[in-house]
């Protein structure tokens, strides 16, 4: 469910190795019983229990696999511990899910060291655990607190190869590769500016400097030079409809940069030309995806960015319904995210979301 388009080699792939490797077994039924409870609504202890069970039976087996060196470099140990980062598993804890993906970048990193040492090529399947950890690792620092990205996104050991510089729209992320330095940029400049406890009357009336305005007019060139990204040849022959909600995943994660750029860097108001044109893009993109298309889990983040920076009613009612239908699909970070979007809109604070959020010392793993 994490990846709708993504390829039949890394799901038969994934899907082939957890028959042969316990801790990835159990690490799926952990998240298959947490994602089966709410799509059936299931709100008595019983899920949670089962859930419990196999996620403590797949840490157990994965903690005793990393004690062979040999075992620790194959993909289907990261894989599960991939697996274990979800949101079902960490439950919504930011500091727990940033500890253990720095686990696995670790894990990782070795293992394409590994696999490039030996046979001087990029294994598909690992090339795609990779774009998953990028895409974790760059949406909790644009959602978090902290900020920064745990893995450098334009000179990590994860882009020593080719990863990055595809002319293609990714069916990993719903996105192109070529943003995440982007995001990574806009995300260590809205964090390294911005002061702890600042007065709630400077969020709206603040303006920025000439020098970080150049940099804005650079970041925001980079970002739009990747609209026209083109949908690949094997993307466009699972169909058109397929190819046209690729297409607007990508838009909607272009847009949302865009969004955070003008929003949290350039300090756009909320009302600027700017602004509102981001997130009629972004709901433009989001309305081009059936509302029952399992395309919809990728657009999480562009569709809480959208709702965070709107104060229309017609808008805000759009967000709540497709995140409604979003649910359906029985990803819990679904409702979370949707409770704090909720609660923000609620309190009518005109503190910026992630300001409001801070303040109350509440973080989201969009995972």
């Known amino acids: 469910m994490l990846f709708p388009a993504a390829p039949d080699f890394f799901l038969q792939r994934m899907i082939g190795a957890a028959m042969e490797t316990p801790h990835l077994l159990y690490a799926l039924l952990a998240s298959a019983c947490s994602h089966h409870s709410r799509l059936i609504k299931d709100s008595t202890p019983n899920p949670k229990v089962t859930c419990l069970k196999y996620t403590n039976m797949a840490i157990s087996s994965l903690r005793e696999t990393l004690q062979d060196a040999n075992q620790s470099l194959k993909a289907e140990t990261i894989t599960t511990a991939m697996a274990l980062c979800t949101n079902d598993?960490?439950?919504?804890?930011?500091?727990?899910?940033?500890t253990h993906l720095r686990g696995v970048l670790r894990l990782l990193a070795a293992c394409l060291q590994h696999q490039r040492e030996t046979y001087a090529t990029d294994d598909p399947f690992l090339l795609s655990l990779a774009k998953?950890?990028?895409?974790?690792?760059?949406i909790a620092a644009l959602s978090g607190l902290d900020g920064e990205c745990i893995h450098d996104p334009e000179d990590g050991p994860l882009d020593r190869g080719s990863i990055l510089g595809n002319d293609f729209v990714d069916n990993i992320c719903g996105y192109s590769i070529d943003l995440i330095p982007y995001m990574a940029r806009i995300s260590h400049m809205v964090h390294s500016k911005r002061p702890e406890n600042r007065p709630a009357?400077?969020?709206?009336?603040?303006v920025a400097s000439p020098q970080m305005i150049t940099k804005v007019e650079v970041l925001e060139s980079g970002i739009m030079s990747l609209i026209d990204k083109p949908i690949s040849d094997p993307t466009f022959r699972e169909g058109e409809a397929f190819a046209t909600e690729l297409r607007s995943t990508h838009l909607a994660f272009v847009h949302s940069a865009l969004l955070h750029l003008h929003r949290r860097v350039q300090l756009l108001p909320i009302n600027h030309a700017k602004v509102r044109l981001d997130i009629q893009n972004i709901l433009d993109a989001v309305r081009n995806i059936n509302p029952t298309s399992t395309a919809n889990i990728?657009?999480?983040?562009?569709?809480?960015?959208?709702?965070?920076?709107?104060?229309?009613?017609?808008?805000?009612?759009?967000?709540?319904?497709?995140?409604?239908?979003?649910q359906n699909f029985g990803m819990g970070n679904f409702t979370r995210t949707r409770d704090l979007l909720e609660k923000f809109w609620k309190s009518g604070s005109e503190l910026r979301w992630d300001e409001y959020f801070a303040r109350l010392g509440l973080e989201l793993v969009l995972f």
Do not use: Q
């Open 298 to 326: 990728l657009i999480l983040w562009p569709v809480f960015s959208a709702g965070c920076e709107t104060t229309i009613s017609s808008e805000r009612d759009m967000i709540r319904e497709r995140m409604g239908i979003m």
């Open 89 to 98: 598993v960490c439950n919504g804890n930011m500091h727990v899910w940033r």
């Open 201 to 206: 009357s400077t969020s709206l009336g603040e």
């Open 132 to 138: 998953w950890f990028k895409t974790m690792d760059i």
